[in-house]
């Protein structure tokens, strides 16, 4: 199976936030359906100090192709100076779901 599809992740600092980058994706067909988990603790160095934040993670589903749109406007929005944005491939997929996530995007 191609990987022409991805999984992009990215973490809020709130409830608000992850929802309005959520909504932006799926409004503007940049992303199929994004996922929202709220409450993970993340702990990462910043500035050479250990520090820890409760988040909020975005499970982004798109197509690879309009990747750099996705990261513009998730940058556009985002509170972080330096947001996490990193996109996994998506090896294997439901066929039928695939296809669904290219139906929704312009």
Not at 43 to 61: C, G
């Amino acid at each position: 199976m191609s990987t022409c599809y991805q999984i992009i992740l990215c973490t809020c600092p709130d409830k608000n936030t992850a929802e309005n980058i959520a909504r932006l994706l799926v409004k503007d067909k940049l992303a199929a359906c994004v996922n929202i988990l709220p409450g993970i603790t993340s702990v990462y160095t910043w500035r050479e100090q250990i520090e820890s934040a409760q988040e909020h993670l975005l499970l982004i589903k798109a197509n690879k192709s309009i990747y750099q749109a996705i990261e513009t406007a998730i940058i556009k929005q985002h509170p972080y100076e330096l947001p996490e944005i990193i996109a996994v491939p998506i090896e294997n997929g439901l066929p039928e779901y695939l296809h669904w996530i290219d139906s929704c995007h312009s």
